[in-house]
């Protein structure tokens, strides 16, 4: 790129110099010396006109264009107009650009400063929300204390006496009741969490085979009351590095998945672990009714349940998937499916065996 | 629900406990109350933190349960204060607790001196267990 200074001072330079030389011949051929020496006066006088013209414009125009361009550097580094003065020129169309380029400016300015206005708000909103919603679970938590506390006297013979078989009955469903009531708090607070990347990791060496050992023996009584099997189908040994809370409570949501899914007496649930180099890959595999290929893509969203007659009697939140994959995922991992209708469903995830990037506060 | 205990409740009601109740929600301790009462314990109450502390500080309990999330002086302060009079590991003090708290936090304050915690709403069977074990410990 030329600056418009050096074709000005190239253009009035030849031009002046082409004036000047013919009159310099025209001088020396004339054959009257006083008129060439009039014509060479009046060529020298043109040429220095010219190039004298030429610094008058540069100066009037380059000067305040480049002054302008500076000004607009500056502006897109800082995004804040520094120079506000009118710039130095008498020529009208600078004056225009530089007056459009303010008002633009001071536009931009508004914009930026509007848009930074509306960050602090959406942070603050963010606040609020964790606060509310911490304060939300507590609030919800405290009625649950007597509530569950009461139902789990009048369950015990021995400290309020024996209950007929029909009172026995409906303290039996507000204990389920209040306990789903619970849980379900327990999943909001934790899909809140997860959605502002609030929800935190441990880290801790966990035995991959005591690890699945005692998950079977936790769900084998609940499993069992329905006459499901549940088994570990399963080799290996190894210890990996990772949040053995968090593991459990995916396979929590998934078992109970599973034994909603599966037909009482005919249901077999397995779960299982395998390793490669960096990553373990845990599942759950049941004979359940299966999950079509439309609910496949939309069961890990959120509040998503699954419509069928056979599921019907599914009474969820519709919180777990979504928390099962918040939860591989923020372990560095993922978790997906692979179903067949009628035949059974297998739920896998794959978390690293070592802590890739797991965002711990501390 | 364990309807065949009876045995083993009556050898853990055999102990016989001065259990401090620090909570503000009235509900709650009145059901600890019924409950602790049934296991043949004797239960004090204090409605809020100052009152509690002072409690503490008077008579010699078996063990405390301390609710964390209370107007004012709440638990922390109560930890606080014992803590400042080297008196926190004296006491059987068990958090028992409704907030968001992480495991790291009851950690911490089990690395401080407290005895046990344990998370609101509660098992019953597993709040007596930890009762009776923080006062024998």
Redesign the interface.
């Known amino acids: 790129m030329i600056p418009i200074k050096n074709i000005l001072f190239l253009v009035s330079g030849v031009s002046s110099f082409i004036i000047f030389y013919m009159g310099l011949v025209n001088y020396l051929t004339a054959v009257e010396q006083s008129t060439g020496m009039i014509l060479l006066i009046f060529a020298t006088a043109v040429a220095a006109g010219t190039l004298l013209s030429t610094v008058y414009i540069s100066k009037s125009i380059t000067k305040p264009i480049e002054k302008l361009a500076q000004n607009m550097t500056e502006f897109s580094r800082t995004n804040k107009i520094t120079n506000r003065k009118p710039i130095n020129t008498n020529i009208k169309e600078i004056h225009e650009l530089n007056d459009n380029f303010q008002s633009m400016g001071q536009k931009v300015e508004k914009t930026i400063s509007v848009q930074k206005e509306y960050v602090e708000k959406l942070k603050e909103i963010d606040r609020k929300k964790v606060e509310f919603s ?1 304060m939300v ?2 609030e919800l ?10 139902v ?2 009048l ?6 006496g024996e209950l007929n078989k029909k009172q026995q009955d409906a303290v039996d469903e507000i204990y389920s009741s ?1 306990l789903k009531l ?1 849980r379900l708090v327990g999943d909001i ?1 934790t899909t809140q969490k997860l959605d502002l990347g609030k929800l ?1 990791f ?1 880290q801790e060496n966990i035995d991959v085979a005591e690890l699945l050992n005692s998950i079977i023996k936790d769900f084998k009584p609940i499993a069992s009351q329905k006459n499901i099997h549940l088994i570990k189908d399963s080799a290996e040994k190894g210890v990996i590095f990772s949040d053995k ?1 968090r593991i459990n409570q995916v396979f929590s949501n998934l078992i109970k998945n599973a034994i909603d899914f599966v037909e009482p007496d005919k249901g077999q649930i397995t779960i299982g672990a395998k390793t490669d180099k960096n990553f373990i890959e845990f599942f759950v595999k049941d004979n359940g009714v299966g999950i079509s290929e439309t609910n496949q893509k939309e069961i890990f969203k959120k509040f998503y349940q699954i419509d069928t007659s056979t599921s019907r009697k599914r009474n969820g939140s519709g919180l777990g998937l979504a928390i099962c994959k918040g939860i591989t995922e923020g372990l560095g991992g993922k978790i997906w499916v692979e179903s067949k209708e009628n035949i059974g469903t297998v739920f896998y995830f794959e978390i690293p065996k070592q802590p890739v990037k797991i965002n711990n506060k ?1 | 629900m364990s309807k065949n205990s009876t045995i083993k409740d009556s050898d853990v009601n055999s102990t016989h406990l001065n259990i401090l109740i620090i909570d503000d929600n009235e509900q709650i301790t009145k059901m600890l109350t019924t409950f602790l009462e049934l296991k043949n314990h004797n239960c004090i109450v204090a409605n809020d933190g100052e009152q509690g502390l002072r409690l503490i500080q008077e008579n010699k309990h078996d063990v405390v349960l301390l609710d964390l999330a209370m107007p004012e002086f709440d638990g922390y302060a109560v930890i606080n204060a014992l803590e400042s009079k080297d008196q926190l590991k004296n006491n059987k003090i068990i958090v028992f607790t409704a907030s968001t708290i992480t495991q790291e936090e009851l950690d911490e304050l089990v690395k401080r001196g407290v005895t046990s915690y344990i998370l609101k709403p509660i098992d019953i069977d597993l709040l007596h267990s930890r009762i009776v074990e923080s006062a024998t410990s």
């Not at chain 1, 369950?155 to 309020?160: G, S, V």
């Open positions: 911490s679970s507590h938590k405290t009625p649950l204390v007597p509530i569950l506390g009461y789990q006297m369950q015990k013979q021995e400290l309020m209040a619970q607070l935190e441990n809370d501390k």
